[in-house]
């Protein structure tokens, strides 16, 4: 049987990656709320005029019009870009950013450069690689669902009508931290390993966590759409993550 750790009350934001929406977190929101924590999932603005930097700006006005502080700040692959920025903007209101299977960008990197050590030759080549992904230079259509660790196929029926395209250009938009970005907050980086999605360099961030300082290293034993397949264990530790909060 799963053991939920027994924390205090947090406040949880769940930032979703690329192609999902926030129904994405239905089943991961609804042991966090049973459990008495307070949970939002946005859904973050996928029309083709979209950037980072507006997504960013919607999380941090969600989190500044209704006063919160305090918070867990959860992002998943893309949306890993999006809570650095947000984390910038608002450092005092943030208690813990996780990093679920996502990118942890420097001050500068888009989603190609984030990944550690990589050179701007690599960089580019991996921009070129997604422009590849797009037949028309403006959306990134969603991956098979078995690529990201959903092979049931009832599963599967049910989650890809709710896909939807992602605009390129979020993901070719370079993130500008003005505040420090990150430095100084504590942070959880959560591995998905079943397969791990190499291709995305997402292990190479959880090596860099697993040295510790401001990091707490986890893994799941599920593919990239983790909280979609295993919800329970995504929860787990996302509570852990809120109970070892300062």
């Known amino acids: ?78 949306g890993g870009m ?23 960008p420097g001050d500068g990197d888009d989603f190609a450069s984030h990944i550690p050590d990589l050179s701007a030759a690599e960089a580019e080549a991996r921009r070129a690689f997604y422009r590849s992904l797009s037949a028309d230079g403006l959306w990134l259509a969603p991956p098979p669902l078995q690529l990201v660790g959903i092979t ?31 430095a100084g907050l504590p942070k959880t980086y959560i591995l998905a390993t079943n397969p791990p999605t190499d291709v995305m360099g997402y292990p190479r961030h959880g090596e860099a966590a697993k040295e510790g300082g401001e990091w707490t290293y986890r893994e799941i034993q599920a593919g990239h759409a983790l909280m979609l397949a295993a919800p329970n264990e995504t929860a787990a530790l996302l509570m852990e993550a809120a109970a070892n909060a300062p």
Not at 23 to 48: F, K, M, T, Y
Not at 90 to 102: F, T, W
Request: charged share 15%.
């Open 1 to 78: 049987m799963l053991l939920f750790p027994m924390t205090q009350t947090s406040t949880f934001i769940l930032v979703h990656g690329a192609n999902l929406g926030g129904w994405c977190w239905q089943d991961v929101r609804a042991i966090l709320e049973a459990h008495g924590h307070d949970v939002l999932s946005p859904s973050l603005n996928l029309s083709l005029t979209a950037s980072l930097d507006q997504h960013i700006a919607e999380v941090t006005e969600l989190i500044v019009s209704r006063d919160l502080h305090g918070i867990v700040l959860v992002g998943h692959s893309y």
């Open 82 to 104: 999006v809570i650095t920025g947000v984390a910038d903007r608002v450092r005092s209101r943030i208690a813990r950013l996780v990093y679920l299977d996502a990118a942890v």
């Open 152 to 182: 049931d196929a009832d599963a599967i029926a049910s989650i890809t009508p709710r896909l939807v395209p992602h605009p390129l250009a979020t993901w070719l938009q370079p993130v500008r931290l003005q505040n420090g970005g990150t």
